[in-house]
C-alpha cells in the first residue's frame, strides 16, 4: 500500500483531534495564500541573495492582500531555491516544495500537534537551508510517522534531547530570525514524512520534478494536521 495514502488516511480520521501547530489562527482573514512561482513578477524583480530586501518583498506581498500571515507551498513548483547553490542537484536544481510554509514573525510559538519524542534535530547552518530544525516521532492508530519543524530560533534547540517526550500541544519552539534561521524571511516550514530513510535532523524539503512521485509518496499533504481553509 502506498505509505502515503495510508498516513494520510489516518491523519484524516485524526485531523479534530490536533493541537495548533503554531500560535495564530492560520483560519482568520489574516491570512493568504502566497505564490512562490516563476509567475510572482514582484520575486523575479527582488535579489533574493539580499534576505532583507527578499523579506520586504514578503511583507509586501502580505500588504497587497491586507493581511498579516503567508501560507502555501506544498508540491508548489517554486525558482527561489535558484538563490542557493544547497538546492542544485547535478544538472537539476530542486525546485518543487514538499511542506507548508507559514510565513509570520520570528519569536511565534510552535507547538506539537499531538504527543511526541524528538526523533532528531540539527542546526542546518548553510545559506538558504532549513536552519535549527526538530523533528518529532508520532503514532497513530500503531503507525510511526515524522514531523519537521524548519527555520527556527538557535534557541529552540536548547536542551533538547533524542527520545525527549513532549504531550499534545506542547511548545517546542519558535520561529527564527534570519540570519539564524538559513537566511531567510520568517516562516515556519511544517513537513510530514511517512519515514525518515535513516536521515538525522534534516530530510529533503525541496525535490526535482523528476522525484515528484516517489516525494509525494512519501510526504502526505501537512494540511491535514493545519487544518487551514486557505489551504487545498
Known amino acids: 500500500m502506498d505509505n502515503s495514502k ?6 484524516s480520521r485524526h485531523r479534530h483531534a490536533f493541537a495548533p501547530v503554531l500560535d495564530a489562527d492560520l483560519n482568520t482573514d489574516a491570512v493568504c495564500s502566497l505564490d512562490f512561482t516563476a ?7 527582488t535579489d533574493l541573495l539580499d534576505t532583507e530586501a527578499f523579506n520586504n518583498a514578503v511583507q509586501q506581498m502580505l500588504h497587497e492582500k491586507q493581511a498579516s500571515i503567508g501560507v502555501g507551498g506544498y508540491l508548489e513548483d517554486r525558482f ?12 537539476e536544481s530542486r525546485n518543487l516544495h514538499l511542506g507548508v510554509d507559514v510565513w509570520l514573525d520570528a519569536g511565534t510559538a510552535v ?34 510517522f515524522y514531523t519537521l ?29 534570519y540570519p539564524e534561521n538559513g537566511n531567510w524571511p520568517p516562516h515556519l516550514h511544517f513537513q510530514v514524512m511517512c519515514a525518515m530513510d535513516e536521515k538525522y535532523g534534516d530530510y529533503p ?5 523528476a522525484e515528484k512521485a516517489k516525494y509525494e509518496a512519501l510526504c502526505p499533504n ?4 493545519l487544518k487551514c481553509r486557505h489551504l487545498s
Open 39 to 45: 509567475g510572482n513578477n514582484r520575486l523575479q524583480q
Open 111 to 144: 507547538f506539537t500537534p499531538l504527543d511526541a519524542t524528538v526523533h532528531s534535530f540539527k542546526d542546518n547552518d548553510n545559506f538558504g537551508d532549513y536552519g535549527p530544525t526538530i523533528i518529532l516521532e508520532h503514532e497513530l492508530e500503531g503507525v510511526t
Open 205 to 209: 524539503g525541496v525535490a526535482t520534478t
Open 6 to 11: 495510508n498516513l494520510s488516511a489516518i491523519l
Open 80 to 91: 527561489i531555491y535558484r538563490r542557493s547553490k544547497h538546492f542544485d542537484v547535478a544538472a
Open 149 to 177: 519543524y524548519g527555520h527556527l530560533s538557535r534557541a529552540s534547540l536548547d536542551g533538547l534531547e533524542v527520545g525527549k517526550r513532549f504531550a499534545k500541544g506542547d511548545k517546542i519552539a519558535e520561529v527564527g530570525p
Open 222 to 225: 501537512p494540511n491535514l494536521i
